[in-house]
């Protein structure tokens, strides 16, 4: 048990001037000095105290899309021909620089078979340390389609039905799948439709019974159209994203994950740094796009969550945070930037005891030198990391 002292609290519920009393992975008291320590004369034994004047206590971030199986590397079809022994250790190594840099959820989408299912259970379990990780299993993709190295290739409605029920007989907490083309699948077109709507629609059906969010990898308008009609969760990258686009997914409430990370790492580093040309010619194709879909996104009020594909070249787990500032740049406030990466990732994912610091919300919090929502860059450097009440920096 620990009392973090004389701090400012910031989340969606905004800023307040509180001390926050954690126990037990959970936060069990907010508020004034004096009400924190009625709650925690309650229980047994003497808290800590942990002095974080003129500092802020903000909840860890929560990023909707990463892989834990890449590692940044400017060429991810090198690492194709690596045993799953060296994915693992990848993994955990990825899992750590995340934690430490204040991102205490991740949702893997895509990873080969089940290990960043089993890398979610190993940090649950407590062996390495690392932010609590929520899993698709494997991508669900047409014969061919964008990622085939480690997707589970389906092509029909019956098949694409099977596909998504083995991820969740294998403990999937969401499932995805490949809605369009993508940008480091060699010959892909970035843009181009690839699930058709009926395998999309099989796709969707398999996941409502157990009400399992859902996930289209979607750049070109049409294949985010197609997945927003067949009741797709969210959106990832919508890079093409046109204002008809825009207008359907602010209706139906479908969230937009536009890893602004994914095409910055490739775009801002080029051929020079070993990233494959024909990776590079699509990104930066893309760029350009990428502003418009902002654009529409903001004006139609689409719901954002945060997240940012990290794994994908030069987009390190060690520097999640930087998509906050990316978000910004792209027009969002400091404000709604920091809800995309809490209570608005937390809702996406399903999650109702993280986003927030609040009593009987998991104790997944940062310690800021700054207010984030006042200078967004806060965010980049956390003088501590509490992980389910467990500080790990
Ligand atoms: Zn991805």
Known sequence: MYVLRGGRVVDAAGTREADVAVADGEVVAVGEPGAVDDAIAAREGDPAEIDVGDQVVAPGLIDAHVHVMMDG????????????????????????????????????LGSRGTLALDAGEAVSAGKIDGPRVLACGRNVIMTGGHGNWFGREADGPAEVRKAAREQLKAGADVLKCMATGGVL???AVTGAPELTPEELAAFTDAAAPTDTPTAAHAHGEVGIKNAVEAGISSVEHGTFMDREAAEMMAERG???????????????????????????????DAA??????????LEAGVPIAMGTDAGTPFNFFGEIPQEMAYMVDYGLSPERALEAATVNAADLLGLDDVGLVEEGYRADLVVLDADP???????????????RGERVE
């Open 73 to 108: 590397r400017p060429d991810v079809s090198t690492a194709v021909a690596d045993s799953d022994y060296t994915a693992s250790y990848r993994a955990a190594s990825n899992l750590d620089a995340a934690v430490s840099a204040g991102v205490t959820t991740v949702r893997d």
């Open 185 to 187: 699948t060699e010959g």
């Open 254 to 284: 479908t969230y937009w994950v536009p890893t602004a990370s994914a095409l910055r790492g490739i775009v801002d580093n080029g051929v020079e740094a070993g990233i494959p040309e024909d990776a590079v010619a699509k990104a930066e």
């Open 288 to 297: 350009g796009r990428f502003d418009d879909a902002w654009d529409h996104a």
């Open 373 to 387: 929502t006042e200078d967004v860059e806060a965010w980049q450097d956390p003088d501590a990391v509490f992980a």
